[in-house]
T-cell receptor, first 113, second 110 residues
Framework: DGGITQSPKYLFRKEGQNVTLSCEQN?????MYWYRQDPGQGLRLIYY???????QKGDIAEGYSVSREKKESFPLTVTSAQKNPTAFYLC????????????FGAGSRLTVL | GESVGLHLPTLSVQEGDNSIINCAYS??????FIWYKQESGKGPQFIID?????DKRQGQRVTVLLNKTVKHLSLQIAATQPGDSAVYFC?????????FGAGTTVTVRA
């Protein structure tokens, strides 16, 4: 089955700790994205990458970091600098050509205690 | 801020009726629009898309209408079923970046 795998699905952390969310895709997509979703709100773009070893800040990048060492993987680190990290995090990927439809993972719910 | 938004945050529909979900956008440069469906605790799933040079596109039980004059997008679901209960997002694309609205929660009444 081709798709995007996010892990863990649920994560609890103490305030001040960095956490890393995993995102792996086997769709051979060039681009990968991280979105944050808060209750009753739309998806807000954190970071995106169109090619290996390159990535760009989205609308709410402060307090987050990413890496793109492999085409298949785009991990997101939520650092202690993120003021309100509790949220639902969604990873997505897409081809750069054509319609650029995003395929989403199932999400990771981070709760900071 | 967000350039895409939805007119109503919630919509309650009787099973079997048609649903109409509306979305307003403000970016005239957007060349592509997509509707996603998100069920509770899951990631959004693609429903249907439409290019900016089109006015209407039909899928299975769904139709998307685009009115560029008033920057309005709508999703029509025919014969709404219980499985259609979800949050629906419209998204617009500008330079390979998608911007999403806040979503409309659709509840289907039996």
């Amino acid at each position: 089955d081709g798709g995007i795998t996010q892990s863990p699905k649920y994560l609890f952390r103490k305030e001040g700790q960095n956490v890393t969310l995993s995102c792996e895709q086997n769709l051979n997509h060039d681009a990968m994205y991280w979105y944050r979703q808060d209750p009753g709100q739309g998806l807000r773009l954190i970071y995106y990458s169109q090619i290996v070893n390159d990535f760009q800040k989205g609308d709410i990048a402060e307090g987050y970091s990413v890496s793109r060492e492999k085409k298949e993987s785009f991990p997101l680190t939520v650092t202690s600098a993120q003021k309100n990290p509790t949220a639902f995090y969604l990873c997505a990927s897409s081809q750069l050509s054509g319609a650029n439809v995003l395929t989403f993972g199932a999400g990771s719910r981070l709760t900071v205690l | 801020g967000e350039s895409v938004g939805l007119h109503l945050p919630t919509l309650s529909v009787q099973e079997g009726d048609n649903s109409i979900i509306n979305c307003a956008y403000s970016n005239s440069a957007s060349d592509y629009f997509i509707w996603y469906k998100q069920e509770s605790g899951k990631g959004p799933q693609f429903i249907i898309d439409i290019r900016s040079n089109m006015d209407k596109r039909q899928g299975q039980r769904v139709t998307v209408l685009l009115n560029k004059t008033v920057k309005h997008l709508s999703l029509q679901i025919a014969a709404t079923q219980p499985g259609d209960s979800a949050v629906y997002f419209c998204a617009e694309r500008d330079d390979y970046k998608l911007s999403f609205g806040a979503g409309t929660t659709v509840t289907v009444r039996a």
